[in-house]
């Protein structure tokens, strides 16, 4: 009776995990803990503590997977909503640290409203196509390119250039996703060219550093252009096997800035080498796919749209951070997703799995 009844709760727990997902999140998991032992020096309260954040975000996929979707749409303003006051509230009263206004203090913790507004923004733009399914026009893309701008000036004031491109970019897959005309994406593009020079004028110091940095990080070796240098050095030391687990010599004589969050690829190509990154990038690849192929079953608008954004971020979170890393994108504060030590990141990204897993385990209850 006792076995029965765990078998039972066994298949209750695990009916809206998808498989295949589970198992690449897992195992990229892993291999970030492997490496940020490596690159933690064995520090062993830096990888305890990033395991009690794996399983705090494991356990927020769980939920969010056993949410069906049509309770998510019911969810989408009033989260939009919500991230809104608490950006207002970080430009308001928030903490600063390092010289960046991106943390709200709620009491018992300290949130980031900006990995919020990661899932937020995707979610309220699935819901508010899928609300006007069959009848857009150009006036719906206006204001959902409204409901994308606000949230980002707000955090590009923070200021976190990074975490803002990745909200206009989560909004941009959404318009795209949603049948957003090729002849207005292009046209949006020749704008954004010829706005550059006001962009420019508009940008923090620190912001058009990073840019020049990119285009010759030897103009100021020791310092803007340090991190970039450590990091490409790391990356082509690392040949084609690497130097192997815990041998890195750029990673243990610390010239790598950040080697446990930001910069955490150059430990990883520089121990593990050509084959590593192949094997890691068929890891993230896994994870695309298994999103695309989510996307390409959901059963309505609003989880087809959600799940492409969710997919569609989680690369661009792969390749700005790895494309940092290799010094062909400026130094932006974007993590290597599941690799990087942190938790908020992680359990948005979690979060976004989970919804992932919840469109496709429910997709069966909508069809019957």
């Not at 957003?180 to 593009?189: E, H, R, T, V």
Request: proline letters at 5%; aromatic letters at 10%.
């Amino acid at each position: 009776m006792i076995a029965w009844y765990l078998r039972r709760l066994g298949r209750l727990a695990t009916a809206h995990i998808d498989g295949p997902l589970l198992a690449a999140v897992l195992l990229l998991m892993g291999a970030g803990l492997t490496v940020l032992y490596s690159a933690s020096n064995a520090g062993w309260p830096r990888v305890t503590g990033q395991m009690t954040n794996m399983l705090v975000a494991l356990a927020v996929m769980w939920v969010a997977a056993n949410v069906p979707p049509h309770f998510l749409m019911r969810l989408a303003l009033p989260v939009f909503v919500v991230g809104l006051i608490l950006l207002a509230g970080v430009a308001w009263k928030g903490e600063v640290i390092n010289g960046a206004r991106r943390w709200l203090n709620v009491g018992v913790t300290r949130i980031q409203p900006s990995e919020l507004m990661k899932i937020a923004v995707p979610l309220m733009l699935a819901w508010y196509f899928h609300r006007y399914e069959g009848t857009l026009r150009a006036r719906h893309f206006v204001i959902a390119t409204i409901m994308v701008l606000v949230p980002a000036r707000l955090i590009a004031g923070q200021p976190d250039l990074g975490t803002a491109v990745l909200i206009i970019a989560s909004g941009g897959y959404v318009m795209f996703l949603a049948g957003l005309s090729w002849k207005i994406i292009a046209g949006l593009g020749v704008a954004a060219l010829a706005s550059a020079p006001i962009a420019w004028s508009m940008m923090h110091d620190y912001q058009r550093q990073r840019i020049l940095t990119l285009i010759n990080p030897m103009d100021d070796p020791l310092g803007a252009g340090y991190h970039t240098i450590q990091s490409t050095i790391a990356v082509g030391s690392g040949g084609i096997t690497g130097k192997g687990w815990m041998s890195g010599t750029q990673t243990h004589l610390d010239f790598i800035p950040e080697r446990t969050t930001d910069f955490i690829f150059a430990v990883y190509s520089e121990e593990f080498g050509l084959v590593g990154n192949i094997v890691l990038l068929l890891l993230f690849l896994l994870v695309i796919s298994r999103g695309f192929v989510i996307a390409a079953q959901a059963p309505t608008l609003f989880a087809r749209l959600l799940a492409g954004a969710i997919t569609l971020i989680f690369f661009t979170y792969a390749f700005v951070n790895m494309g940092m890393v290799s010094g062909i994108l400026p130094v932006v504060g974007v993590p290597l997703p599941m690799i990087s030590y942190g938790g908020t990141s992680l359990v948005s990204l979690c979060l976004g799995f989970g919804i992932l897993m919840s469109i496709h385990t429910h997709r069966r209850l909508v069809h019957t």
